[in-house]
């Protein structure tokens, strides 16, 4: 979908669904993106075969929705920065990240889509609100890593660093993306962190976000919580040589 920013810039924005065991939701999801004119990349992040089967329908059943897959499961990380480069390759300048499983309220979509279109230099991300059915240790884990984000960028400017509902500038994050390889779920957290870092502003609203009963959760409990905790190292040890340029570039921007 092409628009034009209230600069007169035009921006192209599409959507990134990348999709692991989540192949029946994602066709929900899919469907309420096309009904607001947003082209599709469909993630197969190595899914099963009867998994893939279904991806393929839905490309079949939607206009606009391309599918790309991998062979073997890369991670969130790893789809997510597949799907940037099919996005750029296909000549959009934005995409909505949206998870397959059907956790975020899609009528959210057309508030983003004006955000993106009146900040097209800006991330926007989604800073969400739980009702009752969030789980109290996804709760109180968010609440570490967001403490950790402050600390590694030196600032409170990311209210929440895991919510996969957020739309890029793709000239801006792909680049950014393709420097480190956190293909799991470190990836929603650590490409917030170094875009602060390469100076792009972070912009965060609100969104509603449900857990949906017998859902199918892809996150490993030990592993990537381990994961996450060497990726918080590496970003802290980031952060103390950045500081003196992440500090001057904050002063001199007042």
Not at 67 to 74: A, E, G, S
Not at 96 to 110: C, K, N, S
Not at 157 to 162: F, I, K, R
Request: aromatic letters at 8%.
């Amino acid at each position: 979908m092409a628009r034009a920013d209230s600069k007169g810039v035009e921006i192209k924005l599409c959507a990134i669904v990348p999709v692991y065991r989540h192949e029946s939701a994602s066709r929900a999801v899919v469907e309420r993106l096309v009904s607001y004119g947003l082209p599709v990349v469909l993630v197969d992040d190595g899914n099963a075969s009867e998994g893939h089967e279904i991806l393929v329908k839905i490309t079949e059943e939607f206009p606009g929705v391309q599918l790309v897959t991998h062979k073997v499961n890369l991670g969130k990380g790893g789809a997510v920065r597949s799907g940037m480069a099919a996005a750029v390759a296909a000549g959009f300048t934005h995409a909505l990240q949206v998870d397959a499983d059907g956790q975020h309220d899609m009528d959210a979509i057309p508030f983003f889509m004006k955000a993106a279109k009146k900040h097209p230099e800006d991330m926007i991300g989604g800073f969400p609100q739980y009702d009752e059915s969030v789980p109290k240790s996804r709760e109180q884990g968010r609440k570490i890593t967001n403490f950790w984000v402050a600390v590694e960028t030196l600032s409170r400017q990311v209210p929440d660093a895991m919510c996969g509902f957020r739309v890029y500038p793709l000239a801006k994050a792909l680049p950014v993306a393709k420097k480190f390889r956190n293909n799991r779920m470190g990836f929603d957290i650590e490409i917030l962190v170094r875009l602060s870092w390469a100076g792009v502003n972070l912009r965060f609203y609100p969104i509603k976000v449900s857990y949906p009963k017998d859902g199918v959760s892809n996150f490993r409990l030990f592993h990537d919580n381990v994961a996450i905790s060497m990726t918080h190292t590496r970003l802290c040890l980031g952060m103390l040589v950045r500081s003196p340029l992440i500090l001057a570039r904050r002063i001199f921007k007042k």
